[in-house]
């Protein structure tokens, strides 16, 4: 079996407002040009956030007076709201295509 390549960027220090931008335009890379190889971005978040999933609702998934003041902002990916502090760990994953890291493809079916 052959081992797909990956794009890795590590990005040292970063706010969550500013990870949330570079997953996008990691997005926005593959919608905008072929043959692309998957791609990681990691960083070390800095400063709090609240960070919501694609499709949450800010009212239902976030008590506004709770969080006190603290920046909230919107992922592309899904998943319930995470509370990133200074040292929490970014991670987004970008794939061209759903099996792109498979050696074979994978139906919607089989997605998650």
């Known amino acids: 079996m052959t081992v797909p390549s990956i794009r890795v960027w590590a990005v040292p220090g970063c706010s969550s407002e500013r990870f949330v931008h570079l997953g996008r335009g990691l997005l926005a890379q593959f919608e905008a040009e072929a043959g692309l190889e998957p791609a990681l971005l990691v960083t070390e978040l800095t400063g ?14 976030v008590s506004v007076e709770k969080v006190g003041g603290v920046p909230i902002h ?27 890291l498979l050696s074979g493809s994978v139906g919607l079916e089989k997605a998650i």
């Open 48 to 61: 709090e956030a609240c960070v919501l999933g694609r499709h949450q609702r800010l009212k239902s998934a």
């Open 74 to 100: 919107r992922r592309n990916s899904g998943g319930r709201t995470l509370r990133a502090g200074d040292g929490t760990l970014g991670v987004a994953l970008a794939l061209p295509s759903l099996g792109a």
